[in-house]
């Protein structure tokens, strides 16, 4: 078995110093490759179109994007709102830079924030009109700081409309890193629809709905499949690990799993600010 020498992670990753170790409750959001990203997200879009959809809309309100990435569900948003605004917000600058960059033409109704969604947002009380946010909650961990977080911002009888990574998402690649020997499971909430439902009621959500759905998505075998795995599903395991060694470590994950796919189950979340 090929092994890594797992390092401690970046210092404001907030996490354990050692990959086997403590859970990393606290953890910040990390930089990603904005750039990449936007080039490979096209799942991700078409999802985020999907969940869209399910969010009411007149056109002029204020939505919050909570984890808006590059921003190409955002535009699709921005296309609902024609008298509307949107802040996009992300914990990653390089995510905000590129959305920056794609959403220029929609001027001044866009602003941007980079921001924790685990830590209490830096926006004001009952501020915005509805949250939409698509890929993104898994990546937080600690799910009743994230519901009390939006339920601070959102204004009473305002939408919260979401989907995410939930129980059961990504098994085989999980399975394929355990058995490179990392007992770090990573640093995502897969969490299930009732453990959800139950976190957001305390948050103060109601007309609570919560359900999954298996994604399995095909990738094409070779280095579309490992730009993809390293840019959107490992990058906060390569950081813990040397430079010379992320490579290496994407390339075995991606051997190890059964076939060139992502066995994605999405969570769906409805709820309305009481
Ligand atoms: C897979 S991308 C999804 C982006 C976009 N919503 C989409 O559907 O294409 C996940 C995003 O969540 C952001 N993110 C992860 N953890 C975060 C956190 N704790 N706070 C804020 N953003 C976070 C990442 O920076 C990244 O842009």
Do not use: K
């Amino acid at each position: 078995m090929q092994e890594f020498s797992v390092t401690a992670p970046a210092p404001d990753a907030g996490a354990a110093p050692d990959a086997g170790a403590a859970p990393d409750a606290g953890a910040a959001a990390r930089d990603w490759d904005g750039a990449t990203y936007d080039r490979v997200a096209d799942q991700m879009t078409r999802w985020g179109g999907s969940v869209l959809a399910r969010l009411p809309l007149r056109g002029d309100e204020t939505v919050l994007d909570a984890g808006c990435g590059s921003g190409r569900v955002t535009a699709q948003l921005l296309e609902r709102l024609p008298g509307g605004r949107v802040i996009a917000l992300d914990g990653s600058p390089s995510m905000i830079a590129t959305a920056r960059a794609r959403l220029a033409p929609h001027g001044d109704r866009v602003s941007y924030v980079v921001a924790d969604l685990g830590a209490p947002l830096p926006l004001a009380p009952a501020s915005v009109d509805a949250v939409l946010s698509t890929a993104t909650f898994h990546w937080v961990r600690d799910h009743d700081a994230l519901f009390a977080g939006l339920a601070a911002v959102l204004r009473p009888g305002g939408r919260l409309v979401a989907q995410c990574g939930g129980e059961g998402n990504i098994a085989s690649v999980r399975r394929a890193i355990a058995d490179l020997g990392w007992t770090w499971e990573g640093p995502w909430t897969f969490a299930s629809p009732v453990d959800t439902a139950v976190r957001l009621a305390r948050a103060g959500f109601t007309a609570i709905e919560t359900w999954l759905n298996a994604e399995p998505t095909p990738l094409e075998a070779g280095a579309p499949l490992r730009e993809y795995l390293a840019t959107v599903v490992l990058g906060a395991h390569t950081e813990r690990l040397p430079d010379e060694e992320r490579a290496a470590f994407v390339d075995a994950v991606a051997a190890a799993l059964p076939e060139p796919a992502i066995d994605y189950v999405r969570l769906n979340i409805l709820a309305t600010r009481a």
